[in-house]
């Protein structure tokens, strides 16, 4: 029976990739516990690629704001409760995050199959979250209580193998009546 590499226990021929146990290429190359690729040994940061730990850190930073001011988000520039007292800015967040090869292939077959395509929703509603917070925190770095006037645009690069989103969010920022 064939031995892994590194830990020398016998496995099955179907066992080892490259000669190493899924236990041994685990813990060489652990998987983000939020996107699940794979990278290699001391790269992740409390168990997070460099783009996901950032996009935890902006959701994080976006909840802090959201505890410290009035949480107003609005894609209206008015409303009949909001008394603007001063317009301080645009605020704008650019997004473009990577759609990985298994969403891909399964877009694929929901394009021929029909149906909703889980893992581009995913890409769509974290891609949300992240501009959303961004814009909160250019917002609550001018001194804002609010953002009106959001707008989001959508668009694909892809081409030569890439397939990526983007997202733009815009929005004022705005003081309001105490």
């Not at 892994?4 to 652990?30: H, M, R, Y």
């Not at 409303?79 to 301080?88: M, W």
């Not at 990985?100 to 877009?107: A, K, Q, R, T, Y």
């Not at 581009?120 to 209580?145: C, M, N, P, S, W």
Request: proline residues 2%; positive net charge.
């Amino acid at each position: 029976m064939p031995k892994c590499k590194t830990c020398q226990n016998s496995f099955g021929i179907f066992e080892l990739s490259e000669g190493v146990c899924k236990s041994c290429a685990n813990k060489a190359n652990p998987p983000c516990r939020r996107c699940s690729q794979s990278f290699a040994m001391g790269s992740l940061t409390n168990g997070l690629c460099s783009a996901c730990e950032k996009i935890e850190a902006t959701q994080r930073e976006a909840i802090q704001f959201d505890k410290r001011a009035q949480d107003v988000l609005v894609t209206t520039e008015s409303s009949h409760d909001l008394a603007i007292k001063e317009r301080l800015g645009i605020v704008s967040a650019e997004c473009v995050f990577g759609m990985n090869l298994i969403v891909d292939i399964g877009s694929k077959f929901t394009d021929v199959l029909g149906g909703r395509s889980k893992g581009q929703q995913q890409a769509f509603k974290d891609a949300k979250k992240v501009a959303l917070a961004e814009i909160k925190l250019e917002a609550a770095a001018l001194g804002a209580d609010a953002v009106v006037a959001t707008k989001f645009d959508y668009g694909e690069i892809s081409g030569g193998g890439k397939s990526m989103l983007m997202l733009v969010a815009v929005g004022t920022a705005v003081k309001l009546e105490k």
